[in-house]
C-alpha cells in the first residue's frame, strides 16, 4: 500500500533522492558542468549548469531551517500530532478509512541532543529519513527528547503486519550512516505504534499516548525494538508510576535496605566478602524484588539517593562485622551511571571511609561493564581513576554482556572481572559454556585480574569453576542475599563447614 512501484525500484529512487538531498555534494558540481561540456559541447554545459541546481533543489538540499518544520517542530509538534488524528479519525468516520500513530524514538537521544548543532543536524536528517519512506500526505511531528510522531494518512486497509513492516522501513532509512562535519554517525530507533481500531478511546489524544506508551515500552527492550500498543502496557505503567510516587516515602522510611550475599574463593571455602544488595521492604506489597523498582529509582532521578543509602548501609555492616569478630575483609557496592557522573564522588567516599574509620581497600565498588565501554564522559572516566587512586578495589560487572573493551580493563585499573551469570549456568554441563569460561578466565590471568562467577547455583557448577580457575564464586547456590542481622550467624556457621568438609577442587592442568 505504501509503494506503488516495486520495493527495488522504490529502494533505489530513495537512494538517489537522499544523495541530492546533501548540499555538499554541491562541490562536485563544476567538475560536473566542465565534464559535460567535455563530452557534449556547449549546449551540454547550458544543461548541465541549469539542471542540476533544479535537482538539488527539488530534492530538497536547499530547505532552510525554517523551511524544515518536520525537523524543527518542537514543542508544537505534538498538539499538530493530535490535530491531525483528530481530523483523520473524524473523516474516517464518512470513508471508512482508518489512521494510525507511530512514534519513533532515537536511542541513545540524551547523548545527541547534549551535542548542539551537530546534534541538531542529526535530528534533522533523521527526521527527512523518517518523511521518505511515508507517503505525501503522511505527518512527520518533531517532538521534544529526540522523537518524533508520525501520523498516517487514512487509508482503507490498515493491519498490524503493515505497521510492522512500515516501522522496520523507518528503522532501515535511519540506520544509514549520516555525514555531518566530515563525521559519520549511526542512529538507530525504536519505534511504537497504535492501530486507531486499538486505542484506548477514539480520540487524537488518546491514539498519540497510546503510540508513546509503546515506545517507551520498545525503548526499554531496545535498541532497535518494536512494540504495538497492548492495553497491559497501561497497568504496568500505572505500578511503575505508583512506585515511583512512592519512592520519596520509601528512602524517608527506611524500606529500602541492603541486604548481602557472600563471595568465597574457590581455593579455600573463605568468604572473600559481600556483595550489598537494595531491597525494597513495601508496607503493602512486601518485599520488592530489585528487578521491579530499580528501573522506577532511575527514572525518578534517584539513583544517587539509593547510591548514598546502600554506601552507608554497607560501611555500617563492616563496622557490624568488625564488631562482632566476623573478619569479614570487603563489601561491594554497586555504582550506577548517574552516581559516576558526579564530580564529588572520590572525595564523598573518602568522606564516609573516614567517618567509619575503614580502609579503603575494604570497599569494592562494581560498575557495570557497559558504563566502562563509554569512555567520552570524562566526568566518569575520571572518577573511576579516582576511586582506584583512593584504593577501593574497582569490579566490573556482568563481564561479557556489556561493550566494554580490554583498553578500559587496563585504562580503569579494574581488580576484578564479574563473570556473567550467562555464562555460568550449566557450566558443569555444556561444554560450549565451559570454553567460553576458560577463554575469560585465561585473559583474564593474562592481564593479572582476579575473577569471580556470580550466579551459581548448583555444587557442580561451583565444582566445575573452581576446576577451571575462577578464583571466586557467588550466587544462591552459596547463599541467598540476606539481611545483615543474619550474617554474623550465616558466617559462624560457614567456618563450622570448613572444618569438617574438604576443598572442592583445584584448577585442571
Not at 23 to 43: D, I, K, S
Request: aromatic letters at 6%.
Amino acid at each position: 500500500m505504501f509503494s506503488q512501484f516495486p520495493q527495488s525500484l522504490a529502494q533505489g529512487m530513495q537512494r538517489w533522492l537522499g544523495l541530492l538531498r546533501r548540499p555538499e555534494l554541491m562541490v562536485f558540481l563544476p567538475g560536473v558542468t566542465l565534464a559535460a561540456f567535455w563530452l557534449g559541447g556547449e549546449r551540454a554545459l547550458v544543461l548541465t549548469a541549469l539542471s542540476a541546481p533544479m535537482l538539488f533543489a527539488v530534492a530538497g538540499a536547499f530547505r532552510t531551517v525554517a523551511d524544515a518544520a518536520v525537523a524543527r517542530a518542537g514543542p508544537g509538534g505534538r498538539a499538530k500530532a493530535i490535530r491531525q488524528i483528530d481530523q483523520h479519525l473524524r473523516s474516517g468516520r464518512d470513508t471508512g478509512k482508518t489512521t494510525a500513530c507511530f512514534m519513533v524514538m532515537l536511542d541513545g537521544a540524551e547523548r545527541t541532543r547534549q551535542v548542539g548543532v551537530l546534534g541538531e543536524e542529526i535530528l534533522a536528517r533523521s527526521a527527512e529519513r523518517i518523511q521518505g519512506v511515508l507517503r505525501d500526505g503522511d505527518l512527520v511531528a518533531r517532538l521534544d527528547r529526540g522523537a518524533f510522531a508520525v501520523v498516517l494518512a487514512p487509508a482503507r486497509r490498515l493491519d498490524l503486519e503493515i505497521c510492522i513492516q512500515l516501522a522496520a522501513r523507518v528503522q532501515q532509512a535511519l540506520a544509514q550512516p549520516i555525514s555531518v562535519d566530515a563525521q559519520r554517525v549511526y542512529v538507530t530507533g525504536s519505534v511504537g505504534f497504535c492501530l486507531a481500531a486499538r486505542a484506548p478511546a477514539p480520540v487524537g489524544q488518546a491514539l498519540f499516548e497510546a503510540a508513546d506508551l509503546a515506545a517507551e515500552e520498545a525503548s526499554r527492550h531496545g535498541p532497535g525494538a518494536i512494540r504495538a500498543f497492548d492495553p497491559a502496557m497501561t497497568r504496568r505503567k500505572g505500578d511503575r508510576d505508583t512506585l515511583t510516587a512512592e519512592l520519596d516515602v520509601a528512602f524517608d522510611e527506611n524500606q529500602i535496605r541492603a541486604h548481602f550475599q557472600p563471595q568465597i574463593s574457590t581455593d579455600t571455602g573463605e568468604i572473600t566478602g559481600f556483595e550489598a544488595l537494595a531491597r525494597w521492604y513495601h508496607p503493602v506489597r512486601g518485599m520488592i524484588p530489585p528487578a521491579e523498582f530499580l528501573p522506577a529509582v532511575e527514572e525518578a532521578g534517584l539513583s544517587e539517593r539509593l547510591g548514598e543509602v546502600m554506601l552507608y548501609q554497607a560501611l555500617s555492616a563492616l563496622a557490624v562485622w568488625d564488631k562482632t569478630g566476623a573478619k569479614v575483609s570487603a563489601v561491594s557496592v554497586n555504582f550506577s551511571k548517574a552516581e559516576l557522573r558526579s564530580p564529588s564522588l572520590a572525595q564523598k567516599l573518602k568522606w564516609e571511609l573516614d567517618r567509619f574509620e575503614l580502609a579503603p581497600e575494604r570497599l569494592t565498588i562494581e560498575i557495570l561493564e557497559s558504563v566502562a565501554g563509554e569512555t567520552e564522559n570524562e566526568v566518569v572516566v575520571a572518577n573511576i581513576a579516582a576511586i582506584s587512586k583512593l584504593g577501593c578495589g574497582v569490579d566490573l560487572d556482568d563481564f561479557g554482556t556489556g561493550t566494554g573493551s580490554i583498553l578500559s580493563l587496563r585504562r580503569f585499573a579494574i581488580r576484578r572481572i564479574k563473570i556473567d551469570r550467562s555464562f555460568v549456568t550449566k557450566v558443569d554441563e555444556d561444554r560450549d559454556q565451559q570454553r567460553v569460561v576458560a577463554a575469560i578466565l585465561s585473559m583474564a590471568e593474562q592481564l593479572g585480574l582476579q575473577t569471580l562467577a556470580e550466579g551459581v547455583e548448583t555444587p557442580g557448577e561451583h565444582a566445575m569453576l573452581s576446576q577451571l580457575g575462577c578464583g571466586h564464586v557467588q550466587g544462591f547456590g552459596i547463599a541467598r542475599p540476606m539481611p545483615v542481622e543474619d550474617t554474623v550467624d550465616w558466617i559462624a556457621r560457614h567456618r563450622a563447614r570448613l572444618t569438617t568438609t574438604p576443598r572442592i577442587g583445584s584448577r585442571a592442568r
